[in-house]
């Protein structure tokens, strides 16, 4: 397997310690469990999206763990502006805060809260399941463009995390590139739905949710090959992560760095694991493979 140089890695306008980075939603939700995935080996951490007012989230079951992946249907449940605090303790660790809203006025809003504390921003502009938000916004390129540049202006580093519940991604990544994106995370969670053949009605509280984890990591995979080939600004590979090779693979693909979610829930040592098979004093430039499958 491919072995990699050790040492900090920059993606997007964010210095991160190594390429591994924990997906929004995963133990984001306090300042104490983001400081942790950092101590176990996470070279940043995305907090749980953020919002312009609190929200509940989707009434349950909100979560069903499949054989070869996690269905969720959350529904962007999040503490709103008091979600500052969480941050205080965290100083200058490369945490980069999701955030949404319903417009460009909103992402914004969200963004100057944090102004200052975080390292860096990811747009959620692909949620598959909340009314007004995530994907509703995210599958129109004119929506896509005006969120981005609605941050992007504040001059921090702005990530926009792309759905794949689209026909042509690419379209996307473009839109955002042109709002002033500094990196692009491709995926969110695939729409996907089961039903409970005993109860005769669907598992999900919502009946839809977003699939991840490592049934969707093909789809992922296929996504950052695309975005490579036309897209200009970093991309930041994630879906279905679970071992070091498949972090090489999506490299491979296009990414310069990736995040791991679903798979933490399997395994809260994730980082740990993967970076002790990843990375050598003596390993090769990361730079030599981001791509190499396009040659
Ligand atoms: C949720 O809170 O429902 C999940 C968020 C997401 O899919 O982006």
């Known amino acids: ?128 399941h909340a009314e007004g938000y995530g994907a509703a916004i995210g599958v129109d390129p004119v929506l896509v463009e005006a969120c981005t540049r609605a941050v992007s202006t504040l001059g921090m580093p702005t990530w926009v995390k792309l759905t794949p519940n689209v026909t042509d991604i690419t379209a996307i990544g473009k839109a955002a590139e042109r709002g002033g994106a500094t990196a692009i995370v491709a995926i969110n969670t695939v729409k996907a739905m089961r039903i409970s053949t005993a109860l005769r009605r669907p598992v999900l509280g919502n009946r839809y949710g977003g699939l991840s984890g490592d049934a969707i990591f093909p789809v992922a995979v296929r996504c950052v090959y695309e975005l490579f080939e036309s897209c200009k600004i970093p991309i930041i590979g994630c879906g279905g992560v679970s071992t070091a090779d498949k972090v090489v693979e999506m490299m491979m693909a296009g990414a310069q760095a990736v995040e791991i979610g679903s798979a933490v829930q399997r395994d809260i040592g994730i980082f740990e694991t993967i970076t002790n098979e990843l990375y050598a004093k003596k390993g090769i430039e990361p730079g030599e493979i981001v791509g190499c499958a396009h040659e």
Request: proline letters at 7%.
């Open 1 to 128: 397997m491919v072995v990699l140089r050790t040492g900090p890695v920059a993606v997007g306008g964010v210095t991160l310690g190594n390429h591994l980075i924990l997906a929004a939603g995963v133990l984001g939700t306090t300042g104490a469990s983001l400081s942790r995935m950092l101590a176990r080996g996470a070279g940043g951490v995305v907090t749980k999206s953020i919002g312009p007012e609190p929200k509940n989230g989707h009434a349950g079951p909100c979560v069903a763990v499949l054989d070869n992946g996690i269905l969720n249907a959350m529904g962007l449940p999040n503490p709103s502006q008091d979600f500052t605090g969480e941050l205080g303790s965290l100083g200058q660790k490369p945490v980069i805060v999701s955030i949404f809203g319903g417009t460009p006025e909103e992402f914004a809003e969200v963004a100057g809260w944090f102004k200052g504390t975080a390292a860096g921003f990811e747009l959620n502009l692909s949620c598959p």
